[in-house]
């Protein structure tokens, strides 16, 4: 089956620090930008980051900057969201997509949803003050 799954959310206290991961299955992330959004309740879904496969490039959205790193495995097959100093207002479920390349991801369009074919099933982070 070919999918995208999330894991590492988790319950964390303020100011602390997960480092998620997005793992395709039945397929590679090669030839893909690979993003992270995130959907707090009641809010529109943001997008956080995202990566090239083809060669590494990232961006983030200017509110992520500084606290959120995006990398990926060797292999290809695993997308890494490190988030430090998090804040009760990261909460939310947080999602991994892949869009087909070649897409320019740097101003923004890297984190054009609509872009983004498939999705994960989302993993929950709550942080708590």
């Known amino acids: 089956e070919v999918r995208l799954v999330e894991s590492g959310g988790g319950l964390v206290q303020a100011g602390g620090s997960l480092r998620l991961s997005c793992a395709a299955s039945g397929f590679t992330l090669d030839g893909y930008a690979i993003g992270w959004f995130r959907q707090a309740p009641g809010k529109e879904r943001e997008g956080i980051s995202c990566i090239s496969s083809s060669d590494g490039s990232t961006y983030y959205a200017d509110s992520m900057k500084g606290r959120f790193t995006i990398s990926s495995d060797a292999a290809k097959t695993t997308v890494y969201l490190q988030m430090n100093s998090l804040k009760p207002e990261d909460t939310a479920v947080y999602y991994c997509?892949?869009?087909?390349?070649?897409?320019?991801?740097?101003?923004?369009?890297?984190?054009?949803?609509?872009?983004?074919?498939?999705w994960g099933q989302g993993t929950q982070v709550t942080v708590s003050s």
């Open positions: 997509a892949t869009a087909p390349l070649p897409i320019t991801i740097s101003a923004g369009w890297g984190l054009f949803a609509p872009f983004y074919t498939r």
